[in-house]
């Protein structure tokens, strides 16, 4: 079993800043892409950002330069530095990662956290 726990929502003012936390636990192998998606109320789930296990890096063009993803591969973390924050990045933030359990597993499976409310308001 893998559970991926997420950390750090909360309600901040416009401009302010928020850094989320994702941890991977469990049986977990390797560990391949690991990214952060949102959903907020009425819309569908866009991915934010995503960072592969060589540290290749995408963003979505509404947090580029705004938003920056990191991970930490000995500790199975992710995180995502929100700075500048909009009130149109209020929404539930979910973790998201590839992972494989055993190294006989041919591929990884996907797995998502429970998710971390957002909300930017002044």
């Known amino acids: 079993q893998v559970e991926l726990v997420e950390s750090g929502g909360g309600l901040v003012q416009p401009g302010g800043s928020l850094r989320l936390s994702c941890a991977a636990s469990g049986r977990i192998f390797s560990i391949n892409t690991m990214g952060w998606y949102r959903q907020a109320p009425e819309k569908q789930r866009e991915l934010v950002a995503q960072i592969t296990s060589g540290g290749r890096i995408n963003y979505a063009d509404s947090v580029k330069g705004r938003f920056t993803i990191s991970r930490d591969t000995a500790q199975n973390t992710v995180y995502l530095q929100m700075n500048s924050l909009k009130s149109e990045d209020t929404a539930v933030y979910y973790c998201?990662?590839?992972?494989?359990?055993?190294?006989?597993?041919?591929?990884?499976?996907?797995?998502w956290g429970q998710g971390t409310q957002v909300t930017v308001s002044s």
């Open positions: 998201n990662a590839d992972i494989r359990g055993t190294f006989r597993e041919r591929a990884p499976s996907n797995y």
